[in-house]
């Protein structure tokens, strides 16, 4: 079983950045491919980027491109998402995911960008 708890949500102005985290419990964190998702009022839950479990590889979707940036801490259970220039439409509850023996996912947190 992997726990996950997301965390670094809030309110931001257009243009402003914020970090997610998002710390998972177990000893198998490193075996897990994590990623990022996120679902907008209305609209179905959205793939916006992943890390291999070594962090070598990433991916994102496209309108997060050059914009997002993930990232894994194995040695503290934890992967980040630094979200720069951010726009009113990624405005989203964000949840992380675990991928591994299992499939995972956090509570989530809220993230608003205003205009």
């Known amino acids: 079983q992997v726990q996950l708890v997301e965390s670094g949500g809030g309110l931001v102005q257009a243009g402003g950045s914020l970090r997610l985290s998002c710390a998972a419990s177990g000893r198998t964190f490193s075996r897990y491919t994590m990623g990022w998702f996120r679902q907008a009022p209305g609209k179905e839950r959205e793939f916006v980027a992943r890390?291999?479990?070594?962090?070598?590889?990433?991916y994102y979707e496209d309108s997060v491109k050059g914009r997002f940036s993930i990232s894994r801490d194995n040695a503290k259970n934890t992967v980040y998402l630094q979200m720069n220039s951010l726009k009113p439409e990624d405005t989203a509850v964000y949840y992380c995911?675990?991928?591994?023996?299992?499939?995972?996912w956090g509570q989530g947190t809220q993230v608003t960008v205003s205009s």
């Open positions: 890390i291999s479990w070594s962090g070598g590889s990433t």
């Open positions: 995911n675990a991928v591994g023996i299992g499939v995972y």
